[in-house]
């Protein structure tokens, strides 16, 4: 199996060139970048399985850079990176199939295990009782270039969850067979590290009450597609120590 | 008319109603105390008068005083005392003014008989009269023509040389004095009146007077109220402006520690592996390069830092003589050097020395030389030159020029306002230190443009009284260059 290999994209030659030495170290092929414009250009020419890039610059900024590769190659894992956390460009690139976005400064071994992560391209496991609402969400990640799966009750999603490549889960609270909650419960005992984002019907109190602690986020239906992509990505991210 | 202005006139009448009681009131008493001496010396008078035309009696072979002398002390102080007493108990009392005009007028009387009634002292009535307008009371003049009347008419009938001087007057010479006395009174009756009036309207205009000043006064409280509240809202929005004018620099800071931090984390992560991993870090060139790293970058931190502290910190200039040329050349070196751009030291070296904190303007040279070797676009040979004039009365004029890409006209109004940056990275801060150091050494600092042509700040600072003597650095007055590559 021939090594990962990642566009690094970053203005900042300090950052860059240590951040390529601690890929390196993990055994990835990085090839590195000094602006977006740069990057674009290997990119023409050149296959990545991955690419992380920080967000401003001048120039091409980092999310016209993703922008402009997703709609060459739009399978291909992006990680922004960005020491400014609040902005609308952030957003709306979350939004559109960032893979996450990585908060300066980072913690290296953090960072490497998402980058990791996304290389391995994992699975964003939808959990809806009703099969044209699962197709549908399922969709929505496609359409952004993130790999999705939809299952329609509880046992299966554990099986899913147990048997495949799932990070992140979106789980319908209310479903016959095994109860949302339950299901909830048993995802975190067998695979703790899948963060669950719950959506429901309707206002169910209690049952959010009961997994409040164990879930990323939860939303109400209809959930807008664009923040359902970015919780997505942000349940990626990296815990903050 | 609302409630409040009805009662607000009503304030104003009466109050205009109290003073002019308490005018009257003034009056009243000021001319019962007059008649008081009035009537005593009248009294005296009259004692005087008797014992002059009839001193003594004799009857038969007895002298004794005369009745007439005996009718001066005795009714005339009967007379007399009681309205003095009333004048001095009670004064300004109504009953004391009548009780002066009715027994004024029987003095008169009795001073007339005394003198055996001649008409002459019948001119007492008329003057006493018109002493009593002093009053300004018409209601005198009752009591006062009552008594007169009564006593010529009982006197007429019974007595009448004691008041004609003539034994038999014709029947209506009582009503011929008393027509006089009446024709005195309607004049002096019409003239209290007025004079009431005018008192009234003098009261009036003093109420309305104190009323405006009272409302006067109390609108100014208002306005002071008013004035304290707007007082206390500024404070609050200068307040809540430098509240979120702090929020907005701690972000910007914040942010800006970020990248540098994010790097330094990385080399550290690196180094870190190397270490641990048993003797491999002495080998790989690469923990050499990244201490490097991790050192320029805590000094990226530490230059945010002082930025950040130079903005919050407004440090008074310390002034001493500094040679600009030279300073000039020192700020030259400190900027690094970038491919393609030569920066020149243009400042004449027989230029007079100015008096300058020589740190700061160290700084606020390094910032602009900094920002304009940053300026010039990579596919150009960029050229920035320092400059100066001035001295010897002349005003001061440093310039930092080069051939960059130039600022656009929207940019150049916010260019010194702190925060404001067009760089990716950047506190926004340079620019906002360099022209509070300008500034505080009670110079301006401005900037010229020109879009794709490039860019000139200057500085133009005022010659103090005591201009440093000429051309310390360099007596010959030659000039050189200085080119960087």
């Not at chain 1, 401003?56 to 990176?81: E, H, S, T, W």
């Not at chain 2, 919050?312 to 700020?331: F, G, H, M, T």
């Not at chain 2, 702190?418 to 990716?424: E, N, R």
Request: proline share 5%; glycine share 8%.
């Amino acid at each position: 199996m021939s090594r990962t290999r990642i566009l690094l994209v970053d203005d900042e030659e300090s950052l860059r060139i240590t951040l390529a030495a601690n890929l390196e170290l993990e055994g990835y092929e990085v090839v590195e970048a000094g602006s977006g414009e740069e990057a674009l250009r290997l990119a023409e020419t050149e296959a990545f399985d991955l690419v992380l890039s920080d967000i401003r610059m001048p120039g091409m900024n980092g999310v016209d850079l993703f922008r402009a590769l997703k709609a060459r190659r739009p399978m291909v894992p992006c990680i922004l990176m960005s020491a400014f956390s609040l902005e609308e460009l952030v957003a709306s690139a979350l939004s559109e199939g960032v893979f996450t976005l990585l908060s300066k400064p980072f913690d290296i071994q953090a960072a490497l295990a998402v980058l990791t992560k996304a290389a391995r391209g994992p699975v964003v496991l939808v959990v809806d009782d009703t099969p044209a609402d699962a197709e549908t969400t399922a969709s929505l990640f496609k359409a952004v270039g993130l790999k999705a799966t939809a299952v329609f009750s509880g046992p299966e999603a554990l099986q899913a969850i147990i048997e495949g490549d799932v990070d992140v889960c979106v789980v319908d609270l209310v479903m016959p067979g095994m109860s949302g909650a339950e299901f909830i419960e048993e995802c975190r005992k067998q695979r703790p590290e899948v963060a669950v984002i719950v959506v429901s019907g309707y206002s169910v109190p209690e049952l959010l009450r009961a997994t409040e602690t164990q879930v990323f986020t939860s939303f109400q239906k209809p959930v807008p597609p664009d923040q359902l992509i970015r919780a997505v990505a942000q349940a990626r991210a990296p815990a903050k120590s | 008319m609302t409630g409040a202005a009805v009662s607000q006139l009503d304030e104003v009448e009466a109050r205009s109603r109290e003073l002019l009681a308490e005018q009257q009131g003034a009056v009243w008493r000021r001319t019962d105390r007059m008649f008081a001496g009035l009537m005593l010396a009248q009294w005296v008078v009259g004692i005087g008068v008797a014992w002059l035309i009839s001193p003594l009696t004799w009857a038969g072979k007895t002298s004794a005083v005369h009745i007439h002398v005996q009718a001066a002390i005795f009714l005339g102080g009967a007379i007399t005392s009681v309205p003095v007493l009333l004048a001095f108990a009670r004064p300004g009392w109504i009953v004391t003014r009548h009780v002066i005009a009715g027994a004024e007028m029987l003095l008169a009387a009795l001073l007339i008989h005394l003198t055996g009634g001649r008409i002459e002292t019948h001119f007492l009535i008329f003057g006493a009269l018109a002493f009593m307008a002093m009053y300004r009371d018409w209601t005198v003049f009752v009591p006062a023509t009552l008594v007169v009347g009564v006593d010529h008419l009982l006197r007429q009938i019974y007595w009448p040389e004691s008041v004609f001087g003539i034994v038999a007057p014709e029947w209506w010479r009582w009503l011929e004095h008393a027509f006089y006395v009446v024709f005195e009174d309607a004049f002096l009756i019409a003239s209290c009146v007025i004079s009431t009036r005018e008192m009234m309207a003098l009261s009036r205009r003093q109420a309305e007077l104190e009323d405006s000043q009272f409302r006067a006064q109390e609108k100014s409280a208002e306005l002071d109220l008013a004035l304290e509240a707007l007082k206390h809202s500024q404070e609050d929005l200068v307040r809540n402006e430098k509240l979120a004018a702090v929020g907005k620099l701690a972000a910007s800071v914040g942010h800006e520690l970020r990248n540098p931090l994010a790097a330094i984390q990385s080399a550290h992560a690196y180094i870190a592996k190397k270490v641990g991993d048993g003797g491999q870090a002495a080998s790989d060139p690469r923990v050499g390069q990244f201490f490097g790293v991790v050192q320029r970058e805590l000094n990226a931190c530490s230059r945010i830092i002082s930025d950040l502290l130079d903005f919050a910190r407004e440090k008074k200039p310390d002034l001493r003589p500094c040679p600009l040329r030279a300073l000039a050349e020192e700020a030259i070196s400190i900027v690094p050097a970038r491919a393609g751009v030569s920066v020149t030291n243009e400042v004449p070296s027989s230029l007079p020395v100015p008096a300058i904190d020589k740190n700061q303007f160290r700084q606020v040279l390094v910032n602009l030389i900094q920002n304009a070797v940053e300026a010039v676009p990579d596919d150009r040979a960029g050229r920035v030159t320092v400059s100066a004039t001035g001295g010897d009365g002349v005003p001061w004029r440093i310039a930092v020029t080069d051939n960059g890409m130039g600022i656009p006209e929207e940019n150049l109004r916010n260019i010194f306002q702190p925060l404001f940056t067009t760089k990716t990275k950047g506190t926004g801060l340079g620019l906002a230190v360099v022209a509070g150091m300008v500034e505080r050494h009670g110079g301006r600092i401005g900037v010229e443009s020109k879009e794709g042509e490039g860019t000139e700040f200057f500085i133009e600072l005022p010659t103090p009284a005591s201009s440093l003597a000429s051309g310390l650095e360099n007596a010959a007055g030659a000039t050189r260059t200085a080119g960087r590559g």
